[in-house]
């Protein structure tokens, strides 16, 4: 084993810090332990429906304060990617205030005349005329992309279909797979990087979910930590091809490193 420095810090949310807005244990002291320690990090997620403003708000009724601009999500990363490839362009846009402002900030124009983008995001009203707006618009010529991949959302209720489902949806009606920007693509990583000033080989992620936050930070060179307190079982880890650098039960289980910025790996 070889002892690694780990500087900056990259953590998922829900599943890792917080469970139906309750903070996980170790989740605040965590957090309190990067600040002290002067280290870099962003939350990740790839919710992509409230700002980092909203995001800060419902962290912090749960006891976790993490200050907005330490916050990356889908709609982000959606936004840098079309403004760096098109900058100044347009975008039909399905989704809500988190990634249209993100959007509007980046510099784009929301439009349903023809534009560069049709992306979908996230919302709890998809609508059949929107659906069919975005459809015909790729049909015409518009790239098709999406915030993230994930099929399914969690909510008190249970569970509710999210933007991949919509995404199967139109993309069987058009013939036309979108790019899906969100985790696990590693540009989720490399421009939260890129926000904090990292260094891939001084970097570490957390998550919950060996299909999403693992496999994109093995992808992007980073070093992983699985918690236990998500989707992925223990049991299901030997199921993957790949294997974080460590399973752990908690977040609580990381404060030691987070304090003392090394780890043996």
Not at 46 to 65: E, H, K, Q, V
Not at 70 to 81: H, M
Not at 195 to 206: C, F, K, L, P, Y
Request: aromatic share 6%.
């Amino acid at each position: 084993m070889a002892v690694k420095t780990i500087e900056t810090w990259l953590t998922d949310m829900d599943g890792v810090l917080v469970h139906e807005n309750t903070a996980l244990p170790g989740a605040a002291e965590f957090i309190e332990t990067l600040k002290q320690n002067n280290r870099r990090f962003l939350v990740l997620t790839n919710n992509p429906i409230y700002t980092p403003r909203d995001l800060s708000a419902r962290l912090g009724r749960s006891g976790i304060d993490v200050p907005e601009e330490n916050i990356w999500t889908s709609a982000l990363a959606t936004a840098d990617f079309c403004a760096r490839t098109i900058p100044g362009g347009s975008a039909y846009v399905i989704g809500e205030a988190g990634l249209t402002t993100a959007l509007h900030e980046a510099g784009y124009i929301l439009s349903d005349q023809d534009p560069d983008y049709v992306i979908l995001g996230e919302t709890r009203t998809y609508s059949f005329e929107s659906i069919t707006t975005a459809i015909r618009l790729i049909l015409g010529g518009a790239r098709f992309i999406c915030t993230n991949p994930d099929a399914t959302g969690p909510s008190d209720s249970g569970i509710l279909p999210a933007a991949g489902s919509v995404a199967a949806l139109v993309t069987r009606a058009t013939n036309r797979e979108p790019y899906f920007v969100g985790k696990p693509n590693p540009i989720m990583f490399r421009t939260a990087l890129n926000r904090v000033g990292g260094h891939s080989e001084t970097t570490a992620m957390i998550g919950d979910r060996m299909d999403t936050d693992v496999v994109a930070g093995v992808e992007a060179g980073l070093n992983t930590f699985l918690v236990l307190t998500g989707i992925t079982h223990r049991k299901e880890v030997e199921t993957f091809p790949f294997r974080p650098d460590q399973v752990v039960d908690s977040i609580q289980d990381l404060i030691p490193i987070a304090e003392t910025g090394e780890v043996e790996l």
